[in-house]
């Protein structure tokens, strides 16, 4: 077993650029070129350089101002899922899924009594029961991704249709 921690390999065996795209995967909030090049072990040069890169190539978004800061480009990495869900199921089994997903969705509307989770109120939770608020948030957190799910899978059959549309193999 080597020495080297898992950090330390990391920045040996990636790439500058490579770094920097994995830390621009998880990143949801703008951060400044100063906080990447320091996560990725650069210079604020070269991390600039590679989140230009991946902001020309769609992954990255920039947001100007004093610093200029980046962040993950939600829609691109929505669109790899996408794609992704199609290259790998063919329409007919994505279908299902979306029929199972719609079934959650309507057994979580008549639990809550609501058409979706955000009508949802807590006023029939007690406020000093900690158990329940934490299982209702649980819940419709789970509701939300079931929703996110349906609209996810449901662009993924078109894609996957489109794509044999015009026989292009899936």
């Known amino acids: ?14 790439t500058t650029f490579q770094r920097v795209y994995d ?3 998880g990143t949801r909030e703008f951060e400044s070129v100063a906080t990447f090049a320091e996560r990725a072990d650069c ?3 070269a991390a600039r350089n590679a989140l230009e890169q991946l902001t020309e190539m769609g992954i990255a978004r920039r947001r ?4 200029v800061a980046y962040r993950r480009n939600d829609s691109y990495f929505r669109w790899k899922r996408v794609e992704s869900l199609a290259d790998e199921r063919d329409s007919t089994e994505l279908r299902q899924r979306i029929a199972d ?3 959650r969705d309507a057994a979580f509307q008549d ?9 949802v109120g807590t006023g029939d939770v007690p406020v000093d029961d900690g158990e329940a ?3 209702r948030w649980d819940a419709l957190r789970e509701w939300r991704t079931v929703r996110r799910d349906i609209r996810l899978l449901r662009d993924a059959v078109e894609r996957a249709e489109s794509r044999s549309d015009d026989g292009v193999a899936a």
């Open 111 to 119: 639990r809550f009594g609501v058409p979706e989770p955000d009508a």
């Open 43 to 45: 210079s604020e040069t």
């Open 101 to 103: 997903l719609v079934d």
């Open 133 to 135: 608020l934490h299982e």
């Open 1 to 14: 077993m080597s020495d080297q921690s898992a950090a330390d390999r990391w920045g040996e065996e990636r």
């Open 23 to 25: 830390l621009i995967v």
């Open 64 to 67: 100007e101002g004093r610093p």
